[in-house]
């Protein structure tokens, strides 16, 4: 076969300039990530091994050896795993197969400013840590032959844009990756300082890392799995660098979680929360990152039902000594054991994170974790019953008392006299909230709501309906009944259109406005805006009907709403004076319409006739110019 010539993907491209060119302050690390991949390929190995035994039979022990030619000046990262052929090398190797791209492609940025130092520790968040060889080498060759089949194959760049895949002969099963280093990275071919590299970064690694070959080769690694190890025995330092490790992450992780449960069934864990958000939290998939093995045999990193879906940012190892052996993945899905393991997670995860969530002397902490993970974990409250209760206690909300994150306790805690429920309300983000005129009339009273922008709490909230006896309750509903609520100050008396006037008025505006709107009424909720658009008690939240209308979930006709009037407002008494009368209706038809706009505006909504509403606006200013 004739050697082909391939182009990178755009986003590698620029990748890899990034990479070749920035300033690096730990270069060091391209070889714990060579060394990472070079082991994943000996435990997937491994895995198919039990039931295609035939495919490990010519070389069963699996290990990672470092190989230097001083005089070539070339490192080589060299394993026995499961290879690859030429179609695995041009997905993995000559694209960013995983989603996310453009927002790592984003997250370097920095580094064309000279930012690199910071931008590209990025690199492995997002799965492209081979990548990482172009900073020591200016020209990287991989040879590699997949298990189980019998051509080989070579894949070859300076990174600048273009790679070559050609066939090769006589390679032995596995993957040899060959660095051809810089000039002036020439520690790179010393044992010593190899040597301390995976000592630093990958003792952990349970599979041999040799130098050299044959019967002269050193063992640089301890090759003992660390969550096998007990707690007293390892350092910070080692912990961080599994973690590293097994989550592709470069980040320091926020909470590490090892233990072991015993009794009728046996599991060891080692499991991190990490300390800033995956590319990939939002997938819809919904997938973990956690790997399953027995007995220290790695099984899978996709077991379905071993951790639940709202608890997906949990990096680490789950190792059972229950679990059969030969286990497959399709078996795993109904295997009861793997259902207790997981509720033992479950349980052991939440009490770690209320421990955290309880901790007042490190509120700050707690609050970085909720940022960055709480929108998944509220996931939980619907789909988890069993831990509705552990979860509630874990929920932090941003509120109208303030910057600070708020707990369901803390909020019923401080409710005022007369108010029985927790009141909120929804929306794309906090700034656009703390306008919404739905607000006023418990912002002066003192009446805390809580602010949610996560479209996960349109789901959540009619699923748990209560906190401690208290119902949550939307402030874009009718009926806040806000009368009964106690404010902080005595309120002061305000002139209001007369009562035959406004009775008047609100005739008026639902004649006019009758198929536009289910109901005009008075406001109690209203303060300083003349009108507002509330949903009926039994409809649907104004917010989640818009999700859904985005989203093309709505079958029908959006739900009317219920215009309310403030009595208070300059704009509402002057109309209020000229409602009665004869030809009342016709002088305040274009009024009528302009203040459902205005409050269609106010609530993000778009107009339904966008040429009406300025045709009529400029009639009303032409009036009142006149």
């Known amino acids: 076969m004739t050697e082909e010539r391939l182009s990178f993907q755009a986003e590698v491209s620029r990748l890899l300039d990034i990479v070749a060119h920035s300033l690096y302050s730990e270069k060091e690390v391209f070889l714990r990530e060579l060394v990472s991949n070079a082991s994943d390929a000996c435990d997937r190995l491994r895995y198919a091994a039990l039931t295609q035994p035939e495919l490990s039979a010519e070389d069963p022990n699996l290990k990672v050896r470092l190989l230097v030619d001083k005089d070539a000046r070339t490192l080589t990262v060299a394993d026995n795993g499961i290879g690859m052929n030429r179609e695995d090398l041009v997905e993995n190797l000559g694209t960013i197969a995983r989603s996310g791209t453009a927002a790592f492609m984003k997250s370097l940025e920095g580094a064309e400013k000279g930012d690199g130092k910071k931008d590209v520790n990025l690199i492995g968040q997002f799965g492209v840590g081979f990548y990482s060889a172009f900073m020591a080498a200016d020209k990287v060759t991989v040879l590699t032959r997949k298990a189980g089949e019998a051509t080989g194959w070579r894949w070859e760049s300076d990174g600048k844009g273009e790679f070559t895949i050609s066939e090769a002969d006589g390679l032995s099963r596995g993957t040899r990756i060959v660095l051809h280093l810089r000039e002036g990275d020439d520690e790179y071919l010393d044992e010593t300082r190899l040597g301390g590299i995976v000592r630093k970064y990958s003792d952990h690694i349970a599979i041999p890392i040799l130098f050299g070959e044959g019967d002269e080769a050193k063992a640089l690694n301890s090759a003992s799995a660390l969550w096998t190890r007990s707690k007293s025995e390892i350092t910070a330092d080692q912990y961080k660098e599994f973690y590293h490790h097994v989550g592709h992450a470069f980040d320091e992780p926020w909470l590490t979680l090892h233990w072991r449960a015993e009794g009728a069934l046996e599991y060891t864990n080692l499991l991190f929360v990490p300390s800033t958000k995956p590319f990939d939290l939002f997938d819809p998939k919904r997938a973990h990152r956690v790997k399953l093995y027995v007995k220290r045999v790695f099984i899978t990193d996709a077991a379905e039902g071993l951790i639940p ?167 874009t509903r009718g009926g806040a009944d806000l009368g009964k609520i106690k404010g902080e100050e005595a309120e002061k008396p305000e002139e209001k259109a007369a009562d035959g006037e406004l009775t008047d008025l609100l005739a008026l505006l639902k004649l006019t406005l009758s198929d536009a709107v289910k109901d005009v009424r008075k406001s109690e909720r209203l303060t300083d805006s003349a009108v507002c658009l509330v949903a009926d008690d039994n409809d649907m939240d104004m917010h989640l009907e818009r999700l859904l209308k985005q989203h093309k979930q709505l079958n029908g006709e959006v739900g009317k709403r219920i215009l309310e009037i403030n009595p208070s407002h300059a704009l509402i008494k002057r109309l209020a004076e000229r409602a009665t009368g004869a030809g009342a209706t016709d002088a305040l038809e274009d009024a009528a319409w302009l203040l459902l706009d205005q409050a269609r505006i106010v609530e993000g909504e778009s107009l339904p006739d966008p040429a009406a509403f300025a045709r009529r606006l400029a009639s009303a200013m032409e009036k009142g110019l006149a």
């Open 309 to 475: 879906p709202y608890l997906r940012f949990l990096r680490g190892v789950v190792d059972s000594e229950d679990l059969p052996l030969n286990i497959s993945r399709e078996m795993l899905q109904h295997n009861p054991m793997l259902a207790k393991i997981k509720a033992g997670i479950t349980r052991r995860v939440l009490s770690e994170l209320g421990k955290k969530a309880r901790d007042t002397e490190n509120t700050a902490e707690y609050d970085s974790f909720w940022e960055n993970f709480g929108a998944v974990l509220k996931e939980g409250l619907y789909e988890d019953y069993e831990h509705r209760d552990d979860i509630l206690k874990l929920l932090r909300f941003r509120t109208t008392a303030g910057e600070d994150l708020v707990s369901l306790e803390q909020y019923v805690g401080r409710m005022k006299e007369g108010q029985d429920a927790i009141y909120t309300i929804s929306g794309d983000d906090i700034d656009t909230l703390l306008r919404s005129p739905q607000l006023e009339g418990f912002r002066a009273k003192g009446v805390e709501v809580l602010l949610l922008t996560d479209p996960v709490d349109e789901f959540w909230m009619p699923s748990v309906g209560v906190y401690d006896g208290k119902p949550f309750k939307s402030v």
